[in-house]
């Protein structure tokens, strides 16, 4: 697929790599340029009707016209430099130690599968791969 921009970047984040529990959105207004940020947080986040349609809101407010879906979680739901130092695990979250973050020697990233790029149709449903 051609990736065409106004491009959404879907991301999820879980206290382990099983479990969602934020999703954030960020808007691509051309190649490397950030445009917005949005996120959404809870236990049912990933099925949550509520958020889906929010999600579809806000990407349709920015006129994307491709989404693109990380293929797995990608580390833990709070922020680094703000809920705890920057190349520095997270507190919170024990399952991520060493495997996130700035200061990451893991890795599983270079063995991550590729995005899956999508047109924006109708609808949006955030799903896993």
């Not at 954030?24 to 949550?48: F, H, M, P, Q, Y």
């Not at 507190?91 to 060493?98: A, D, I, S, T």
Request: hydrophobic content about 35%.
């Amino acid at each position: 697929m051609k990736i065409r921009y106004p491009l959404a970047t879907v991301a999820p984040y879980g206290p382990d790599d099983k479990t969602v529990t934020k999703l954030a959105v960020g808007i691509i207004e051309k190649s490397g340029e950030s445009s917005a940020l949005k996120r959404w947080g809870g236990t049912n986040v990933a099925s949550d009707e509520k958020v889906a349609r929010e999600m579809f809101s806000f990407m349709r407010q920015h006129g994307v016209k491709t989404v693109t879906t990380a293929p797995a979680i990608l580390g833990c739901p709070h922020e680094e430099g703000e809920d705890f130092l920057t190349g520095e695990d997270c507190p919170f979250c024990p399952f991520w130690k060493g495997k996130q973050g700035s200061g990451t020697t893991d890795k599983r990233w270079k063995a991550m599968g590729p995005l899956r790029a999508e047109p924006l149709g109708s609808s949006y449903r955030f799903r896993l791969p």
